[in-house]
């Protein structure tokens, strides 16, 4: 995969690029937080699955921030790698430095365009609004070559003040202009006609590459981006599982899957390999605790389950009866091994190369695999969800600062419920016996017994991985703390057990996002 400039984009008219924002807007989401580890983790999948773009963080946020882009724009070869910035020199100075070490850099500015956003948040005047697109984008042209700009709340924008700010910002030097539905506002029918009025309006929109970004407020993302995209927009803004803020972003794989099923009425294309969606989205909801709705599309659980009769003779007899895209397409893969007590380490790693996990580190295999065996000495029957299961919660695992060891746990209608844990913080053996009103209070009152803490419980939430009353718990929390919020996710064949490691991982998380502090007016 090669990113493709703005240069050759008259060659190749069809050819959509697609701006992953998983690492930046993604994290934005309440409760998600990722660690520079998890991070390059992400940005690794997505190099592999050819990303054009790679927006790495915002690296004025933090130090954390900072070093999560830097980390990433070195680590990253083959995909450009964006830095977030306002439209202020503190900002694109920062941004420049943290991509430093980037083959192929790019610096991401912004500032809102609409009339609201002007009034009650900047508290500018468009004139003034207007001067800073000007300056911003020259201050980022002299820093990086590749520039884009955005104009936030742009579909709520004066369309002639809009038109304004798209020509100067060009004029300027950007490469990329991206019109954001920040708020998830407009209908598919209105931004194409932004779109197209924005290529007959602006003289020199022809030397840059138009570029969307939409949120799902109004469950439009996908269906707005599409319609950019027909329009005459040649880059698209999304999230792997259309993570975001309140209700998202547009998901990538529904935007690259709807362009590559319905080529007779999108004949664009993507540069991105639809075989590692089911990883990466499996991957990202194991290190946010974001657990994938089963009927979402693409990569739900559900998306290509049939249980209706009719439904079920029709896909035995061709299989495009009531599939319209493949389960291989999107990286689901049809079990060729059995896997059981019996089975040794070469079988393990055989079937998570199967299920897409041939780069599995030797700490997280290793991990994975001792869950196995134990898993297996209780369950009968083992499925690939529930291998899958054990080899997210071992790749989340590594470099935290606390980490679970072991549960003992006394319940049952007469109690005291008691819950006898161990714990390792920064290398130290901790223990707690600590009763409580029930397992899983007492399970998490021994948690804060060794680990204190003031922290809110706002979700607990458990399912089966597979049926049976054998199946593996995965168990999902929510922590609240002055605001900042984080999921945890845990799985086990003892649900007490996946609860304590979910409150754990959330925990940890917590930890990385007391490093966080984001600026004021952060959006896009």
């Not at 910002?169 to 924005?198: C, Q």
């Not at 029957?381 to 299961?389: K, N, S, T």
């Not at 304590?500 to 004021?520: D, F, Q």
Request: glycine share 6%; with cysteine; charged share 25%.
């Amino acid at each position: 995969m090669s990113t493709v400039s703005s240069e050759t984009n008259t060659q190749d008219a069809d050819r959509v690029r697609i701006f992953d924002t998983t690492l930046r807007d993604g994290e934005q989401s309440p409760g998600c937080s990722m660690n520079l580890e998890e991070k390059l983790q992400v940005a690794g999948v997505l190099e592999e699955m050819g990303v054009d773009i790679i927006e790495a963080g915002f690296p004025i946020a933090s130090n954390g921030d900072f070093a999560a882009v830097q980390a990433v724009a070195r680590m990253v070869k083959k995909s450009t790698v964006a830095g977030l910035a306002r439209a202020s020199r503190k900002d694109i100075d920062r941004a420049a430095e943290a991509l430093k070490g980037a083959v192929r850099p790019r610096i991401h500015t912004f500032i809102a365009t609409s009339p609201l956003h002007m009034k009650y948040k900047l508290q500018m005047e468009p004139d003034a609004v207007h001067q800073a697109v000007a300056d911003s984008v020259s201050r980022a042209r002299d820093l990086c070559d590749d520039v884009e700009w955005s104009c936030e709340d742009g579909t709520r924008s004066e369309h002639d003040f809009l038109c304004r700010c798209v020509e100067t910002a060009i004029k300027a030097g950007a490469r990329t202009i991206n019109i954001p539905d920040t708020v998830g506002y407009t209908i598919p029918a209105e931004f194409h006609a932004l779109i197209s009025m924005l290529f007959e309006r602006v003289p020199n929109i022809d030397k840059a590459t138009v570029s969307v970004h939409c949120h799902n407020d109004l469950g439009l993302a996908v269906a707005n981006s599409l319609a950019a995209i027909v329009a005459g927009a040649r880059q698209v803004e999304c999230t792997i599982n259309g993570i975001g803020e309140r209700a998202g972003n547009a998901a990538m794989e529904e935007i690259v899957m709807a362009l590559r099923t319905r080529r007779d009425v999108l004949p664009y294309s993507t540069g991105v390999k639809t075989e590692s969606f089911t990883k990466a989205s499996r991957l990202l909801s194991a290190i946010t605790g974001f657990s994938v709705q089963p009927n979402k599309a693409i990569v739900g659980a559900n998306a290509f389950a049939h249980e209706a009769g009719i439904h079920q003779d029709g896909v035995l007899k061709h299989t495009g009866t009531y599939e319209i895209m493949t389960p291989e397409s999107i990286g689901l893969r049809r079990s060729t091994l059995v896997m059981g007590k019996h089975s040794g380490r070469h079988a393990f790693r055989s079937k998570l190369a199967e299920l897409g996990y041939a780069d599995l580190s030797d700490n997280a295999l290793q991990n994975a695999f001792q869950r196995f065996k134990d898993l297996a000495d209780h369950k009968k029957d083992i499925y690939d969800e529930d291998i899958l299961a054990l080899v997210d919660d071992a790749v989340v695992r590594h470099n935290d600062h606390i980490r679970f060891v072991s549960l003992q746990v006394v319940c049952g209608s007469k109690g005291p419920q008691t819950a006898e844990l161990e714990l390792e913080v920064d290398g130290e053996l901790k223990h707690a016996k600590v009763q409580g009103h029930g397992p899983v209070d007492a399970t998490f009152a021994a948690i804060k017994e060794i680990f204190p803490h003031q922290i809110s419980l706002q979700l607990y939430q458990v399912h089966a991985v597979t049926e049976g009353t054998d199946a593996q718990a995965e168990v999902t929390v929510r922590l609240e703390e002055n605001g900042r919020t984080v999921n945890g996710q845990g799985a086990d064949y003892d649900t007490l057990v996946a609860s304590a490691r979910a409150y754990v991982n959330a925990l940890n998380k917590l930890l990385v996002k007391r490093e966080k502090t984001a600026p004021a007016a952060l959006s896009a």
